[in-house]
């Protein structure tokens, strides 16, 4: 969509994959980036692997303007996020000061290599300190270093999350009686004529009233009523239950 920022979700951890842990912090993210104007193209989950990690992070940061890792940031031999993407873009790790000081201060004498593990960010990253923030966030070009606790990656997000606002969306739902079948091919028409308008079609299971929904997106809320207009007039007149 025009004018629209692009971003690209990386989710990282070996116990997502295997069915160990649910991952809520996507679905989290994509919630949060659309009310922002944050059109997400991509969720990648991959494992705790510096290859892979690499590979992929150099691919969305080409591709989208933003990209969000959620895990594998810890003190444990799995956390490897950070040296996933120092080795992605071909630089070094680095201990920054700022981290140790934070570190030390929180584990005194309790202190050790594990612990000094999490002030490593690749050469070259941004620290953000705040205030309600236990640890800074970090980032690498347009990439942003999350951790993989929802709890903690939701505190992050929300302090800094104005700086991603673009371009609102606008949406409307359409709540329709009947099969998808039935129209199917009045819809692709109209999808057909308004390329700048999103469409999506979801049959729904269990309501007496309704049985479809259809929703119509786009950065322009003139555009997206004319679209949106075009389609009721088109559909039969006892198919429509109502519109939100």
């Given at each position: 969509m025009e004018n629209s920022k692009t971003a690209g979700i990386v989710i990282i951890g070996n116990e997502i994959l295997s069915g160990k842990v649910r991952d809520t912090n996507s679905f989290y993210l994509?919630?949060?980036?659309?009310?922002?104007?944050?059109d997400v193209k991509r969720i990648s989950v991959i494992p705790d692997e510096i290859e892979i990690i690499g590979r992929e992070v150099v691919?969305?940061?080409?591709?989208?303007d933003y990209v969000f890792t959620s895990g594998g940031v810890g003190p444990t031999h799995d956390d490897v996020t950070m040296a996933g993407i120092a080795k992605g873009f071909r630089v070094n790790l680095v201990a920054h000061e700022g981290i140790k000081k934070i570190l030390n201060l929180r584990y005194k004498d309790l202190i050790n290599n594990s612990v000094l593990k999490m002030t490593e960010v690749p050469?070259?990253?941004?620290?953000?300190f705040h205030e309600n923030m236990r640890f800074p966030v970090v980032s690498f070009k347009n990439i942003f270093i999350f951790p993989g606790i929802p709890e903690y990656m939701q505190n992050k997000f929300a302090i800094i999350?104005?700086?991603?606002?673009?371009?609102?969306?606008?949406?409307?739902?359409?709540?329709?009686?009947?099969?998808?079948?039935?129209?199917?091919?009045?819809?692709?028409?109209?999808?057909?004529?308004y390329k700048d308008v999103t469409f999506g079609s979801y049959p729904v299971l269990g309501k007496t009233d309704f049985r479809v929904i259809i929703t119509a997106e786009s950065k322009s809320?003139?555009?997206?009523?004319?679209a949106l207009q075009d389609l009721?007039?088109?559909?039969?007149?006892?198919?429509l239950v109502r519109v939100e």
């Open positions: 994509v919630c949060e980036l659309r009310d922002l104007g944050v691919e969305f940061s080409g591709r989208y050469e070259g990253s941004e620290i953000d999350k104005e700086k991603f606002r673009s371009s609102v969306f606008y949406l409307k739902r359409l709540y329709l009686n009947c099969h998808e079948s039935n129209i199917a091919e009045i819809l692709n028409g109209v999808v057909e004529k809320e003139g555009l997206l009523k004319t009721i007039d088109k559909l039969p007149g006892d198919l």
